[in-house]
């Protein structure tokens, strides 16, 4: 028997172990109330499944009810009226719940020193987006970070982030999957003392810009916030360590714009907060070639390019490049490519999504349905 889980209410409320009732399958319904209870529908799930029933919630000094249970078996009819979380599920330190609800200790060096990594892929139809790319490129972040006390290896990652998909019931997700340092043993913060800790979470997808947005394109400013240099923050292994991109953002809001990219030293673009930048410029997609994160959905493009008769390019863009482009826009696992309407004030193109970026949007999302690029979610 499967004791002191925390379960959820159908309205998706936490329920601590305060009132312990045991369950069989042959447990009669509904249980006797405790004095004074009332009846509530609760939805419960173990690692078999899901099974709802019948009780009551006391007043005695209780908020909330707990229960232990034995596998009781899922009906159709029971897992149709299930209720899902709306907001998503998570997972840490070896246990699933609502995404809201996890919680990481303050003493973790992930929060303390930003001393962490992640990856972000994101669910269509029911299928990962190129899962291996994000997995080959998560691996390669934490070799680099040195985090060798993670306890979870490659299959295990996989197999964690896909439980999170299936227990959230998600057809279209961003899934992310976070490793940090973890806690120290002491106040010295000694790195090589800590063991390393597994995050993940998968909620409904969506894009770095509005939905609204996605035809005319945003607003971004160039910042004169600098990029943080590659020599002190390796952009190739995402990282929440972003007080450049949130300077950047404040300058941003307070010029009318939602989103900014940033310069490095040399005055060459890099990125934003979560995307690349692609210009069309002088007969050519352009995106810059150094002091970013080497993105899927970047990747992807340029090999889209690569089948069609547009040029792409990796190399060096000035701002000025691309306040004079015919076509802008940006690329994230979040939202695909996001077409960019006005930099700086300046309108790009006609000020509103060109063909090229029209056509581009159009085979990304052609190739979420070749299977080739997809790995299917078992939600049985």
């Known amino acids: 028997m499967i004791s002191g889980d ?65 596998n009781i078996p899922v009906t159709e009819w029971e897992a149709d009226t299930m209720e899902t979380y709306p907001n998503g599920v998570g997972y840490v330190d070896g246990v699933y719940s609502a995404k809201e609800d996890m919680r990481v200790p303050v003493a973790d060096l992930g929060f303390l020193l930003s001393d962490m990594t992640y990856d972000a892929v994101h669910v269509h139809n029911g299928n ?44 279209a997700a961003m899934v992310y999957m976070v490793a940090t340092r973890g806690e120290a043993t002491d106040g010295l913060k000694d790195l090589r003392t800590c063991r390393n800790r597994l995050l993940a979470w998968a909620v409904p997808y969506y894009g770095v810009i509005a939905e609204d947005k996605m035809e005319d394109g945003i607003d971004i400013i160039v910042s004169d916030v600098l990029r943080t240099p590659p020599e002190s923050i390796d952009p190739t292994v ?53 002091g970013v994160l080497e993105g899927i959905s970047r990747r992807t493009v340029i090999e889209l390019c690569r089948n ?10 000035k701002a000025d490049d691309l306040r004079d482009a ?44 070749d299977p080739d690029y997809l790995t299917p979610i078992d939600y049985h």
């Not at 173990?46 to 909330?64: A, D, H, K, P, Q």
């Not at 950047?248 to 010029?255: F, P, R, V």
């Open 6 to 70: 925390v379960l959820k209410y159908r309205k998706g409320l936490l329920i601590p172990k305060r009132y312990e009732t045991r369950l069989t399958a042959s447990s009669p319904f509904p249980l006797t109330p405790p004095s004074g209870g009332k009846p509530i529908s609760i939805a419960v799930q173990n690692c078999y499944g899901r099974s709802r029933f019948e009780g009551y919630l006391g007043n005695v000094g209780l908020e909330y009810i707990a229960v232990d249970w034995y």
């Open 128 to 171: 990962f987006f190129r899962l291996e790319d994000h997995l080959d490129r998560w691996e390669r972040s934490i070799e680099k970070r040195r985090f060798t006390t993670l306890g979870h290896d490659r299959d295990g990652v996989c197999e964690i982030v896909t439980e999170c998909v299936r227990r959230a019931e998600l057809r």
């Open 238 to 290: 995402k990282n929440f360590a972003r007080i450049d991109f949130s300077d950047a953002l404040l300058q941003a809001y307070d010029k009318g714009a939602e989103h900014a990219v940033l310069l490095d030293r040399d005055g060459n673009v890099t990125e934003g907060r979560g995307w690349n930048i692609f210009a069309l410029h002088g007969g050519a997609l352009v995106s810059p070639d150094s």
């Open 308 to 317: 069609t008769n547009i040029k792409a390019e990796l190399g060096q863009l």
């Open 326 to 369: 015919d076509e802008v826009f940006m690329t994230s696992t979040a939202g695909g490519i996001m077409p960019v309407r006005k930099i700086d004030d300046r309108v790009i193109g006609t000020g509103t999504r060109g063909p090229v970026t029209t056509r581009l949007t159009d085979m990304y999302w052609e190739l979420h349905e």
